[in-house]
């Protein structure tokens, strides 16, 4: 599932910088830091009036607007520790500054931008640098070794072995993450979701490899080559370094079973990943929040709960643009590789796309009868019950390799929440970690079979 986890600030670079001439000597990044100070500390009438016409009319005519600002930051984050690292450097006729603070749940980067006369012509927040959630799990009772997929390659990939401590052979299990890059920890908001499992799972007597995503680690290669862009698919995203980390497993005496583990469409894709590379290398997988349906229907019902949150004058319009694209997946099966190639549905390549509509993970799951623990938390809104474990059972009817079960109070990171879920990034909560109960049953279920 295409996953919006970057918190995004309701503050842009509020005042047009047009290029001066002469920079006034006191708008350093030592006076820069000052005035940041003073604004951490809740003085936002000074900040305000040290701030251009333009910036100040932006920000609702008050130091209300700044006040606002902040309040929204720190509901956000947490509260304000200690300014970290302090850089400026002048840009296009005025003095640019880079401030790097520091809140309970993650560290931010300010850009503030001072004119001719030293008055605060921009503010911005550049990054979100989430703080990851501390390890839970004594160390002792695993040991870690960092691997590498295709070492020696142009793709190269960083990844980490975990072994329970003791004397092997150890089950095992591949993790593959959801949509998008994603570390190897699968860090989403200050939540370390792989690594909470990796390090739990070893605790309890499972080794588990764990990776960068292709997406993650070589964005820089895929911006460089326009034709793997282009026809980038399943294969690259996932397959790949599946296959790699089932070679690495396969030959190291210390592994015994081995199982993918999939998350979010990490799970959905689990059962073809297991056809593609061969069912019989496989005990079995775990399925986490992930659904039967290709990604555009997914995509589609996230479409719709968006929806129901617009103003009613704006549903109608909303409504029919969904309406078409939902018309355009239809006719994909017939469209060329070059038609695909510059198609769109849903935001994501047609081309992608395509490739993901062309296997049934349902039917691969029934032909290959390879035992599956499908799980999901009811508070999931990315990919709801209904899309997920609910669709699994009904997709799957009366077949006996599956075992299900859904977590009351657990949400679509593993983590358990209070309340009702809101359909917005304010159910993920920077620090917490993965469900121990999921961890436990994931474990029962690899050592019990």
Same mark, same amino acid.
Request: charged share 20%; no cysteine; aromatic share 8%.
């Given at each position: 599932?295409?996953?919006?986890?970057?918190?995004?600030?309701?503050?842009?670079?509020?005042? @047009?910088?047009?290029?001066?001439?002469?920079?006034?000597? $006191?708008?350093? =990044?030592?006076?820069? %830091?000052? /005035?940041?100070?003073?604004?951490?500390?809740?003085?936002?009438?000074?900040?305000?009036? =040290?701030?251009?016409?333009? /910036?100040?009319?932006?920000?609702?005519?008050?130091?209300?607007?700044?006040?606002?600002?902040?309040?929204?930051?720190?509901?956000?984050?947490?509260?304000?520790?200690?300014?970290?690292?302090?850089?400026? $450097?002048?840009?296009?006729?005025?003095?640019?500054?880079?401030?790097? +603070?520091?809140?309970?749940?993650? %560290?931010?980067?300010?850009?503030?931008?001072?004119?001719?006369?030293?008055?605060? #012509? +921009?503010?911005?927040?550049?990054?979100?640098?989430?703080?990851?959630?501390?390890?839970?799990?004594?160390?002792?009772?695993?040991?870690?070794?960092?691997?590498?997929?295709? #070492? +020696?390659?142009?793709?190269?990939?960083?990844?980490?072995?975990? /072994?329970?401590? +003791?004397?092997?052979?150890?089950?095992?299990?591949?993790?593959?993450?959801?949509?998008?890059?994603?570390?190897?920890?699968?860090? @989403?908001?200050?939540?370390? @979701?792989?690594?909470?499992?990796?390090?739990?799972?070893?605790?309890?007597?499972?080794?588990?490899?764990?990776?960068?995503?292709?997406?993650?680690?070589?964005?820089?290669?895929?911006?460089?080559?326009?034709?793997?862009?282009?026809?980038?698919?399943?294969?690259?995203?996932?397959?790949?370094?599946?296959?790699?980390?089932?070679?690495?497993?396969?030959?190291?005496?210390?592994?015994?079973?081995?199982?993918?583990?999939?998350?979010?469409?990490?799970?959905?894709?689990?059962?073809?990943?297991?056809?593609?590379?061969?069912?019989?290398?496989?005990?079995?997988?775990?399925?986490?929040?992930?659904?039967?349906?290709?990604?555009? %229907?997914?995509?589609?019902?996230?479409?719709?709960?968006?929806?129901?949150?617009?103003?009613?004058?704006?549903?109608?319009?909303?409504?029919?643009?969904?309406?078409?694209?939902?018309?355009?997946?239809?006719?994909?099966?017939?469209?060329?590789?070059?038609?695909?190639?510059?198609?769109?549905?849903?935001?994501?390549?047609?081309?992608?796309?395509?490739?993901?509509?062309?296997?049934?993970?349902?039917?691969?799951?029934?032909?290959?009868?390879?035992?599956?623990?499908?799980?999901?938390? #009811?508070?999931?809104?990315?990919?709801?019950?209904?899309?997920?474990?609910?669709?699994?059972?009904?997709?799957?009817?009366?077949?006996?390799?599956?075992?299900?079960?859904?977590?009351?109070?657990?949400?679509?990171?593993?983590?358990?929440?209070?309340?009702?879920?809101?359909?917005?990034?304010?159910?993920?909560?920077?620090?917490?970690? @993965?469900?121990?109960?999921?961890?436990?049953?994931?474990?029962?279920?690899?050592?019990?079979?």
């Amino acid at each position: 599932m295409k996953r919006v986890f970057s918190l995004i600030v309701a503050i842009a670079m509020i005042a @047009v910088l047009i290029p001066g001439t002469v920079l006034a000597q $006191e708008a350093t =990044a030592e006076t820069a %830091e000052a /005035l940041m100070q003073t604004l951490f500390d809740g003085d936002y009438e000074t900040v305000y009036n =040290a701030s251009t016409a333009d /910036l100040q009319k932006a920000l609702g005519g008050s130091a209300d607007g700044l006040a606002g600002v902040m309040a929204q930051i720190t509901q956000a984050y947490g509260a304000f520790e200690a300014i970290e690292t302090v850089s400026g $450097e002048p840009s296009q006729g005025y003095f640019v500054v880079q401030l790097v +603070g520091a809140y309970e749940t993650a %560290e931010l980067t300010f850009q503030l931008a001072f004119d001719t006369e030293g008055l605060l #012509a +921009g503010f911005s927040v550049t990054a979100v640098n989430p703080k990851t959630s501390k390890s839970l799990v004594d160390e002792s009772a695993f040991h870690a070794e960092p691997i590498t997929l295709r #070492a +020696g390659q142009p793709d190269a990939t960083d990844g980490m072995l975990l /072994l329970p401590t +003791g004397e092997g052979p150890f089950p095992a299990v591949i993790m593959m993450q959801g949509s998008g890059a994603s570390d190897m920890n699968e860090t @989403v908001i200050g939540i370390a @979701v792989f690594r909470d499992l990796a390090e739990g799972l070893a605790a309890a007597g499972v080794a588990s490899i764990r990776y960068d995503k292709y997406t993650y680690a070589h964005e820089d290669l895929m911006a460089e080559n326009p034709e793997l862009l282009a026809s980038f698919t399943v294969n690259e995203e996932y397959i790949l370094d599946a296959q790699a980390a089932l070679e690495l497993l396969q030959n190291d005496e210390r592994i015994g079973d081995i199982y993918l583990l999939g998350h979010s469409q990490g799970a959905m894709l689990a059962p073809r990943i297991m056809d593609t590379l061969g069912a019989d290398s496989f005990g079995g997988a775990v399925l986490i929040a992930g659904s039967p349906l290709h990604l555009w %229907e997914i995509q589609y019902h996230q479409n719709l709960a968006f929806v129901k949150t617009l103003a009613e004058k704006d549903q109608s319009a909303a409504m029919s643009q969904i309406e078409a694209m939902v018309a355009q997946a239809d006719t994909l099966p017939g469209m060329t590789a070059d038609e695909l190639k510059q198609t769109t549905l849903f935001g994501v390549p047609a081309y992608y796309q395509a490739d993901e509509m062309s296997v049934d993970a349902a039917q691969t799951a029934i032909k290959l009868a390879k035992p599956l623990f499908i799980v999901q938390g #009811a508070k999931d809104w990315q990919a709801t019950p209904a899309d997920g474990i609910q669709a699994w059972q009904a997709a799957l009817a009366d077949s006996t390799f599956a075992t299900y079960k859904l977590y009351p109070d657990m949400n679509h990171l593993l983590v358990d929440m209070q309340g009702e879920p809101t359909g917005s990034v304010d159910d993920y909560v920077a620090g917490s970690h @993965v469900k121990q109960e999921l961890i436990d049953d994931i474990a029962a279920w690899i050592l019990g079979r």
